[in-house]
């Protein structure tokens, strides 16, 4: 499944490039890919572990940027 999510508080490009390594570290995410500019979470993952891998890209960005957050 590939789904885009917004993301609020995402300071800068390089904050978002750590971010995109880590999310592509979970298991199960195929593809994931984020836009600074455009404030975007683009990821391709197994649908049947939406939750999981939410919950795990979530701590991710937060372990780069506390206040940074996936919106769903």
């Known amino acids: 499944m590939k789904k885009v999510f917004r ?3 995402l300071d ?10 880590a999310i592509n570290k979970i298991d199960g995410v195929e593809k994931a ?4 500019m455009t404030q975007r979470l683009t990821m391709e993952f197994d649908e049947t ?5 939410l ?3 979530q701590k991710a960005c ?7 957050c996936i919106l769903r």
């Open 55 to 57: 919950e795990k890209a």
């Open 49 to 53: 572990r939406l939750e999981e891998i």
């Open 7 to 9: 993301m609020e508080n």
């Open 12 to 21: 800068c490009a390089n904050c978002a490039a750590k971010m995109e390594d």
């Open 33 to 36: 890919t984020i836009s600074f």
């Open 62 to 68: 937060q372990k780069v940027d506390e206040d940074c």
